[in-house]
C-alpha cells in the first residue's frame, strides 16, 4: 500500500465511522486508530483496493475496540456537513444527517453493507470481499439498509 | 417467497444513494493533522529501513530515531503556511525550469521529492521564474507561474507537514483535500499536502477556484509528482 495515498481516503473513512460510531469523537478515535494499525503493520495491497482494505481495518478495529457494545444514540454534534464538488444540491444537509442517524440505528449487517456501498463508495464486488460476505449478500442487504434510511428521509421530509 | 415492492421503491433507493454519495461530514482538520503526520513517521522509518548505506546499523540508529522523533518535538522555529504564503510577493532569483523530459505535465523542478506541475498547456500558467529560501528552520522552493497579467507562487516546504490555518475553508477535489483562505493583503491561499510535504499556492486571482483546480489537477490520474 502506498502511504501517500493514505490521507485520500481520510473523508470517506472518517463518514464509514461517523456512520457506525454515532459520535464525532469516537469517529475521530476510530480513524486514527485504524491508520495507526494501518501504518504498524503495512500490507501490499492490489491498485485501486486501498479504500476496501481501509474500511476492513476500520471494521475491525471498531470491533476489536468494542465500540458496539457501548454505543450511544446519536447525538447532535457541530460536525460540519459539506457537498462534495459537483454534488446534487438537492440533497441537502438535513437529509444527509437524517440519513446518517437512520443508519446508525439498522442493524449491523445492514449498516455494514449501505457503509460499504453508500458512504464509502465501494462497488458490490468490492464491499464483498471488505465484509466477507457474497456479493448478493451486499445487494439484497444493501436494498433493504436503503428502504429503512428512506423511511426515515420520507418522515424527516413529512 | 416474494416480497412485494414498496412504491417508488427505485427512487427511494436513489435518492438514499445519492444524499450519501453527496453530502458528508468531512474529517476534522485536527485528525487530517495527526494522520498525516503519523504517515510521514511511518514514511521516514520506511525510507531509513531500505537505506542500504543504513541498513548495517538500522537496528541501533532507526530505534534511536524513532525515540527521538516521538520524545523531543519538533521544532518549526517561525515556520508558517502564512510565511511559504509569503514567499509569492518576492522577486524570481533562477530562471524558469524547462518542462521535464518525457513527462510534458511536470517541470523539470523537484523539491523533496515533489515535482513542479506544468500548467501551461492545460492551463495557459507559464512557468516564469523560481527561489529558494528558508522559512524558519525549514527549505522552501518556490516557482512563479503567469497567466492573462496574473502571477502566482507554488512553493513546497521541506519537512514534516505544516499545520493549517484554523479558519480555512476545506475542498476535496480528485482526491486532493485543498484548505482555502485569504490572507490581509487580499492574496487568495490555497494548502494542500503531496508527497508529505506541504504544498502552499497563493497570489492575486479571480476565483480561488483557479487555485483548487490547478492545486488539483492529476492530469485524470495520468501525472505522478512524487514518482
Known amino acids: ?158 | 417467497m416474494s416480497q412485494a415492492l414498496p412504491p417508488n421503491a427505485y427512487e427511494r433507493q436513489r435518492r438514499v444513494a445519492r444524499t450519501l454519495r453527496d453530502v458528508g461530514p468531512m474529517a476534522p482538520p485536527a485528525l487530517r493533522a495527526r494522520i498525516e503526520e503519523a504517515i510521514e513517521r511511518a514514511e521516514q522509518r520506511r525510507r531509513r529501513f531500505l537505506s542500504p548505506q543504513r541498513l548495517a546499523l538500522a537496528g541501533a540508529l532507526a530505534s534511536a530515531a524513532i525515540a527521538l522523533a516521538i520524545v523531543v518535538p519538533g521544532r518549526d522555529g517561525d515556520a508558517t503556511v502564512a510565511a511559504a504564503a509569503d514567499l509569492s510577493l518576492g522577486d524570481m532569483s533562477m530562471p524558469a525550469p524547462k518542462p521535464a523530459a518525457g513527462r510534458p505535465q511536470l517541470l523539470a523542478a523537484r523539491f523533496e521529492d515533489v515535482a513542479f506541475p506544468n500548467w501551461g498547456h492545460k492551463f495557459g500558467w507559464h512557468a516564469v521564474g523560481m527561489r529558494t529560501d528558508d522559512v524558519g528552520d525549514r527549505r522552501a522552493e518556490t516557482v512563479f507561474y503567469e497567466h492573462m497579467g496574473h502571477q502566482i507562487g507554488y512553493t513546497v516546504v521541506s519537512g514534516r507537514p505544516l499545520a493549517p490555518p484554523d479558519d480555512a475553508t476545506h475542498v476535496s477535489k480528485n482526491g486532493v483535500h485543498v484548505l482555502l483562505y485569504r490572507d490581509p493583503d487580499g492574496r487568495q491561499v490555497a494548502v494542500f499536502r503531496r508527497g508529505g510535504r506541504t504544498c502552499v499556492l497563493s497570489g492575486h486571482v479571480m476565483s480561488r477556484h483557479t487555485l483548487v483546480k490547478l492545486a488539483s489537477w492529476k492530469g485524470d490520474g495520468a501525472v505522478d509528482f512524487t514518482a
Open chain 1, 1 to 158: 500500500m502506498d502511504a501517500t495515498r493514505l490521507p485520500d481516503h481520510m473523508d470517506r473513512l472518517f463518514r464509514a465511522a461517523y456512520a457506525l460510531c454515532g459520535t464525532r469523537h469516537d469517529a475521530e478515535d476510530l480513524v486514527q486508530e485504524t491508520y495507526a494499525r494501518v501504518l504498524r503493520r503495512p500490507r501490499f495491497v492490489r491498485r485501486h483496493g486501498d479504500l476496501a482494505y481501509l474500511l476492513r481495518a476500520l471494521r475491525n478495529t471498531w470491533i476489536s475496540l468494542a465500540r458496539a457494545a457501548t454505543a450511544v444514540p446519536m447525538a447532535p454534534d457541530s460536525l460540519e456537513f459539506v457537498a462534495e464538488p459537483g454534488g446534487d444540491p438537492a440533497a441537502g444537509e438535513l437529509d444527509a444527517r437524517a440519513a446518517y442517524t437512520a443508519i446508525f440505528e439498522l442493524s449491523p449487517p445492514l449498516r455494514d453493507a449501505i457503509v460499504a456501498v453508500d458512504v464509502v463508495g465501494l462497488s458490490y464486488k468490492e464491499a464483498a470481499r471488505a465484509l466477507e460476505v457474497r456479493s448478493g449478500t451486499v445487494r439484497s442487504r444493501l436494498f433493504r439498509a436503503r428502504e429503512q434510511v428512506a423511511g426515515q428521509l420520507e418522515a424527516v421530509s413529512a
